[in-house]
């Protein structure tokens, strides 16, 4: 799949973008310690040069924290086209001001920032409006562009689907576009708080208000990693009155009912999800959000489709919350999709009135000031309930594993370097991955 998408955009080449994705190396020849794709379940940790000044105005930072994504397990699984060998991953980072292009002038070398998963513009139509994951001008995937007729934002470490630029699970990371693309973190703010500014906490912030969680409301939850923990979270601070959780992983629905006091439905358990939901709350759901994964079946008739690639995405959990709404209803999907399902439930979305919203990736600057200074700062958004493990970046090879298998009850990850702090008051000391009981 790789090599035929790799090939496809070849063939049609770049589209031009503002923004260059390949970096100028340092020119001492320093190395760094990246993490590196070259194959579906093949992540290496590699010695890669160190990034330099590429444009006037780029940052160069010292990455001080970094993690891992469920987005990033779509990449090891290979579920997401046009990787190539070496592409350096990792979205969600902060990090200290080494140093600035000449164009920079908002920054200054010690500087602790974080950066967005996307590179915008900063001055297109979506740019103007912060809507940072839309941009129009730093994505050169001209097969993105005939798949949906438009393109995202670049984002880092996540494929030429997206235009190529390397990730920050690593020691050092470019940022173009530097003034718009990161935010400054003030003192008071650990980085085991401001990190996850980078992506989960605007995401999941971003599905709960673009779905249009209202007080009162019911909410599922379709998937309880990382993400779905935090838009049930979320889901609680805009007023909910119950949120529901669905998972498999019994360790994840414990974490969800003891962290966050929701109720769960495990799905081994309760094979029909809708069947249970309308037990539990026989009217319907209110909202229904999906923070699952686009590509693992659990039935024989998607197992069998997806293996014969007659689809490369599975409608369930998209099916079991248009039938587990109210009329009217709203279902919104935060999860990552890539290409086509079979057998979507366009009858029941049709026939009750649902409002079936595609959150896209989260814009990233829309929210991120907003979650710092209102819930950060207040404490009203704490963080710690969600990360739960702090490693050295030596050991992202074997916590990929752990993480995708759902082990050790991991939800979110911190990821030190050479460059970090200590850990903070409230949050996990560091530990080894091979210490762990799995
Ligand atoms: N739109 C965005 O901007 C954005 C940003 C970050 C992550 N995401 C996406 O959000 C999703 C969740 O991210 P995460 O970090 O929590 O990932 P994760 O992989 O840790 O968690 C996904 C959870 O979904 C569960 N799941 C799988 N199939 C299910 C099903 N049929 N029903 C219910 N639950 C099911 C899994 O068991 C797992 O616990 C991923 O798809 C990720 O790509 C989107
Ligand atoms: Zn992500
Ligand atoms: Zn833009």
Redesign the pocket.
Known sequence: MQAAANAIQDHMGPIETEVKPEYNHDPTGKTMKALAWFGTNDLRLIDAPVPDITQDDDVILKVTGTTV???D??LKNGEIVTLQKGDILGHEFMGKVWKVGPKVTKFKEGDRVVAA?QIPCGHCEYCQKKLS?FCDNTNNSSLQNAMYGQRDAGFFGYSHFTGGFPGGQAEYVRVPRAEVALLPIPDDVPDEQALYLS??LP?SY??VYDTGVEPGDVVGV????????CVAKWALLKGAKRVIG????AD?LAFAESRLGIETVN?TEYKD?PKRIYELVPRGLDVAI?????H?P?TLLHKVQKTLMLETD?P??VN?MIVSVRKMGRCGV???YSGYANGFAIGALMEKGIRFIG????PVLRYWETILNDYIRTGKFDTSFVVTHRIPLDDIVPFYDI??N?QADV??VFIETQFSSPPSKGFPATTRVKDWVL
Do not use: Y
């Not at 669905?246 to 992983?249: E, F, S, T």
């Not at 999906?290 to 686009?294: H, L």
């Not at 959150?359 to 989260?362: E, H, L, T």
């Open positions: 994504c469920g987005s397990n779509h998963f994951s992506d989960i995401t971003h599905a379709w998937g309880m990693g990382p993400i779905g923990l669905i998972d498999k992983v994840r799905f999800v999906d923070c699952g994964t686009f693992e659990k599975v369930e959990i079991e935060i999860a990552a959150n896209g990736q989260a993480f995708n759902r939800e979110k």
